[in-house]
C-alpha cells in the first residue's frame, strides 16, 4: 500500500482537508488496473501532470512521490488553485512527499489561478480535478487582490467555501473546466473528475460526450460504493481515442 503524504502542516481553516473524496482519488490512481492503462498511455514520455483545485496538496503529492509505481517513471507536475493558502500547502506537501520517497520527479510550482486559463494550449498529459461538487444555491466569487472582509472568519469562510460550494447541482465549475478539456490537454491527454451522486453523474457523462464530440470517450474508473442504489462518489476518466485501447486491435 503506498503512503498517504502528510499534511499535519496545514492550516484547515482555509484550506479543504483530505477527505473520502481524496482517498477515492488515491486509491483509483493507483489502482493495478489504472496503473496499467496510464502506463500503456505515457511509455514514451515523462508526462505533465496537473492537479486543479489542490487544497492540500495530498493528491498531487502522492502522485509526484509515487510516479515510478503508477506512470513506470518520473513525472513532471504542477498544482493551480485559486486560494493562495493552498498554493502554499500543497508546495510543502509535495516537497515533503517527494523527499520521503527519493521520487526522480519534478515538481515545477504551484500557481494561483482560475482552472486552466494559464496553462498552453496542449500542454497536459494527465489533468486531475477534485472539484467543489457540493450543490449550493450561489456560487462564491473568486478571491481579488483588496477583498474586504469584515475579520478573519468571514475571509477564513470565504476561502473554504471556494473547495466545496459548487452552485447548481455542485456543477458550475466542474461544467467551466469540461469546456477546457480540449484545448488544454496533450493528443494523448486524460483527465480525471470527480463526481458525486448530487450531481447526476450519468446525465453529465451523457453531456460530455456531447459537449466534447468527436473521438471523446468517458468512463466510470473508480467509486466509494452505494447507498441507496447511487453510487456516492465517482471518478469519470475523459479521453480522446488516439490509438487502440488496452487488448483492442487497431481502432
Known amino acids: 500500500m503506498l503512503p498517504t503524504p502528510d499534511t499535519s502542516h496545514v492550516n484547515f481553516d482555509t484550506i479543504y482537508e483530505p477527505a473520502e473524496d481524496s482517498f477515492l482519488l488515491l486509491d483509483t490512481l493507483s489502482s493495478p488496473s489504472e496503473v496499467q492503462w496510464l502506463q500503456y498511455h505515457f511509455t514514451n514520455y515523462t508526462p505533465l501532470v496537473v492537479e486543479v483545485g489542490t487544497g492540500s496538496g495530498v493528491v498531487i503529492a502522492f502522485l509526484a512521490a509515487n510516479a515510478d509505481h503508477i506512470f513506470g517513471g518520473p513525472i513532471a507536475s504542477m498544482g493551480i488553485d485559486v486560494n493562495p493558502n493552498a498554493c502554499a500547502a500543497t508546495k510543502q506537501t509535495v516537497s515533503a512527499a517527494v523527499k520521503d520517497r527519493a521520487s526522480a520527479s519534478c515538481y515545477l510550482g504551484s500557481v494561483n489561478g482560475d482552472l486552466c486559463t494559464m496553462l498552453y494550449r496542449g500542454s497536459v498529459d494527465v489533468l486531475v480535478f477534485n472539484p467543489p461538487y457540493v450543490p449550493s444555491e450561489n456560487l462564491p466569487a473568486l478571491p481579488v487582490v483588496g477583498n474586504n472582509y469584515r475579520d478573519k472568519f468571514e475571509h477564513d469562510s470565504h476561502l473554504l467555501s471556494l473547495s466545496y460550494d459548487g452552485g447548481i447541482d455542485g456543477m458550475e ?4 473546466l469540461l469546456a477546457q478539456i480540449p484545448d488544454v490537454l496533450s493528443p494523448d491527454g486524460i483527465a480525471y473528475v470527480l463526481l458525486c451522486a448530487q450531481n447526476k453523474p450519468d446525465q453529465v457523462k451523457v453531456k460530455i460526450k456531447s459537449l466534447l464530440g468527436g473521438p471523446w470517450l468517458v468512463e466510470t474508473v473508480g467509486s466509494s460504493g452505494k447507498k441507496a442504489g447511487w453510487e456516492k462518489l465517482q471518478i469519470v476518466r475523459i479521453w ?12
Do not use: I, K, M, Y
Open 240 to 251: 480522446r481515442r488516439s490509438r487502440p485501447e488496452l487488448g483492442q486491435g487497431p481502432v
Open 173 to 176: 465549475t466542474t461544467n467551466r
